[in-house]
């Protein structure tokens, strides 16, 4: 039973366009769920709008139907004006699990120290001129209190929503695969 063919589409939604990206992966999963030979669906995303549509066809042949088709064109035509896209494709059911598209480490570093370094900055200059006698444990325990709360609910989830185009792109830009689950012909 290790036939099939598993694709694994990572789109990134584009700021702003959260809503009509959930309604257009409805639309898409109940088109897909309709062809032959379609046999699972998986949706995987967070909260940054990085999202993994993952669709397991039973052979290529039944795949390479449903990519050929014009619902599915004017589909990812409408999906790729909300979402910037990475395919993969492999072969078999073993793969089903395989998800990829992650961020790279160095950019979330980037990100994370523009966003610690300024407020850290004018959180510490104003506790000192607030207190001035304050011991150094309490003055790092208030400001790394009040930094961390900020980052978690507030800076963060910001910052990540406006650069996530730019965080989940890949370093080199890859080639197109043709009609692919995710891409444009």
């Not at 584009?14 to 898409?28: I, K, L, M, Q, S």
């Not at 444990?137 to 507030?154: E, F, G, Y």
Request: aromatic letters at 10%; one cysteine or more.
């Amino acid at each position: 039973m290790d036939r099939g063919v598993t694709v694994v589409v990572t789109r990134v939604v584009r700021p702003g366009r959260e809503d009509e990206f959930d309604r257009w992966v409805a639309e898409f999963e109940a088109a897909v769920r309709k062809r032959e030979g379609h046999l699972a669906s998986v949706r995987l995303r967070d909260d940054q709008g990085l999202n993994h549509l993952v669709h397991l066809f039973d052979d290529q042949e039944h795949l390479a139907a449903w990519e050929r088709s014009a619902q599915r064109d004017l589909l990812i035509a409408y999906g790729n004006e909300l979402s910037d896209v990475r395919r993969t494709t492999a072969d078999g059911l073993h793969s089903w699990f395989t998800v990829t598209g992650t961020t790279r480490r160095w950019k979330s570093f980037v990100l994370t120290w523009l966003a610690v370094y300024p407020i850290l900055l004018v959180l510490s200059s104003f506790i000192k001129w607030a207190a001035p006698g304050l011991p150094q444990p309490a003055l790092l325990a208030i400001s790394s209190c009040t930094l961390t709360a900020l980052l978690t609910w507030v800076v963060l989830p910001w910052v990540g929503r406006r650069a996530r185009p730019w965080l989940f792109r890949p370093a080199r830009p890859e080639a197109r695969e043709p009609a692919g689950l995710g891409s444009r012909r």
